[in-house]
């Protein structure tokens, strides 16, 4: 049965490579887009509303949030007042965002990642294994790479994967600036480094430094439209999911789970 996803954001980098993807498809179709340029998108083969509030009467299985992270707070209120799941494909929430994503995927199935690419979310869980088995004597620094126009830093998916080396190491401190303090490097730092400029799609990379020998692993985006493909999976996943607040492992442990059936 094909599903009717809403894309929130679709005028967006990300949300026009989701809705490009999507009409490649045969299993969703775009339903409705939320954009605050809704005037400019006019023209589209789908209706665009510049609020959630105004697609209150669009029928649709999902919503794809790649907007804003100040959107979020609207958007999930939307999603709870329909009982339509959601995906939140944007990063930089605030604490508080964060708190009202949580609460939200205990009405409703809600999906969120920091990074909707599959081969991100492979490296986490390599970067994890990594640090576990090599341990603190080890260092660890990760470098990311973004375009000119990202407004975050450090991008979320490099604090994932920091998060991930965290969980095998709790003692773990974040370091983002090492200028204006002298010292030796300390043991317990994870050090997370920005870089900004040009049309850089995302490139992350985690260094584990040890004596006499470094391991590099590393993901390269070529195109947006890997994210828009891991939304479009994210989306067909919570379309049929129970109320909870999911990841994009939970994605890959079903579609393993198909393949074995």
Sequence with gaps: MMKQLIVSGCGGRLGTAI???????????????VDVRASDLAGEKYPVFAAPADAAGVEADAVIDCSHHTAVVPLLDFCIARRLPAVIATTGHTEAEIEAIRAAGRVIPVLYSRNMSLGVNLLVELVRRAAAALGEDFDCEIIEQHHRHKLDAPSGTALMLADAVKSVREESEYVYDRHSVRRERGREEIGIHSVRGGTIVGEHEVIFAGTDEVIRLSHSAASRDVFAAGAIRAALFVADAQPGLYAMSDVVAAANRKKDE
């Design 19 to 33: 809705v490009r993807r999507i009409a490649e498809r045969e299993d969703c179709a775009v339903a409705a887009g």
